[in-house]
């Protein structure tokens, strides 16, 4: 599925199923709300703190596409393309930081 193909699917799903949209600060309330949730399980798995038994189930790739599914939604919201934002996005990395990386003694 292309980026641009999601973005079209989630606004169907909104129209038919979902009725409407919920407001953009709404979305942005759920969004922080779903990468805390992704945060938690993070924090657990890959982190210093432990799961409870009821938090085991928890899945990673679902929170992740839970996160992915409220940012379309602000994209389609406020008319932003993500296509065309991650591809601009990619050009100001390339030459912001072209040398960046590879300088840093951190990384190496």
Do not use: P
Not at 43 to 58: I, T, V
């Amino acid at each position: 599925m292309t980026i641009e193909n999601a973005q079209q699917k989630v606004d169907d799903w909104i129209k038919t199923v979902g009725v409407r949209y919920f407001s953009e600060l709404t979305n942005m309330a759920i969004l922080t709300e779903e990468v805390g949730e992704l945060a938690r399980i993070m924090a657990r798995k890959y982190g210093d703190q432990s799961f409870k038994d009821s938090e085991k189930k928890n899945e990673m790739a679902d929170e992740m596409a839970d996160v992915l599914w409220v940012l379309i939604c602000l994209a389609n919201q406020t008319g932003v393309d993500l296509t065309t934002a991650l591809e601009k996005n990619f050009e100001k990395k390339n030459n912001r930081d072209s040398e960046r990386h590879k300088n840093n003694d951190k990384l190496i």
